[in-house]
Structure formats: structure tokens, C-alpha cells
């Protein structure tokens, strides 16, 4: 949850809720354009209940949530 450690090693894509994003000082990052609303804790909840997350995720996304089990 350290961010600022994750910072130096990486750049982050930002896809902004329809708030604006706040800025980092520091961070290196790109804010992309959000295509549709749906928060990660709503697809971590859908997971855990066992519903579906196609279309709320691209197609390798879903794949490998699914393999790893990373919400369940």
C-alpha cells in the first residue's frame, strides 16, 4: 500500500472516477479517459458473490481474476 515505494519503479495509468483526479506530487502518471463507471470494490464484491464481471472487465482481466482467485 506504499505507493510512493511502487512510484519508483513504475508509471501509473490513471482512469479517473468522474471526480477529477487529485494530483501526486512526484508520481509519474497518465490520466486516460474513463469509458464506463464501475469501482474495483464493486468487482471484488461481485466476485466473492459469485456473479458475473464480463463487461465490467476486458476479456484477460476476467481470465486471470478467475484463475487466481485473487477476490475469493
Not at 500500500?1 to 472516477?17: I, M, N, Q, S
Not at 483526479?21 to 458473490?49: H, N, W, Y
Amino acid at each position: 500500500k506504499d505507493f510512493r515505494k511502487l512510484a519508483r519503479w513504475v508509471h501509473f495509468l490513471v482512469f479517473p472516477r468522474p471526480e477529477k483526479p487529485k494530483a501526486r506530487s512526484g508520481i509519474s502518471m497518465s490520466v486516460l479517459p474513463c469509458r464506463f463507471d464501475v469501482s474495483s470494490t464493486e468487482i471484488r464484491q461481485r466476485v466473492q458473490r459469485r456473479l458475473s464481471i464480463r463487461g465490467l472487465v476486458l476479456a484477460d482481466n476476467e481470465d486471470s481474476i478467475q484463475r487466481s482467485r485473487y477476490y475469493q
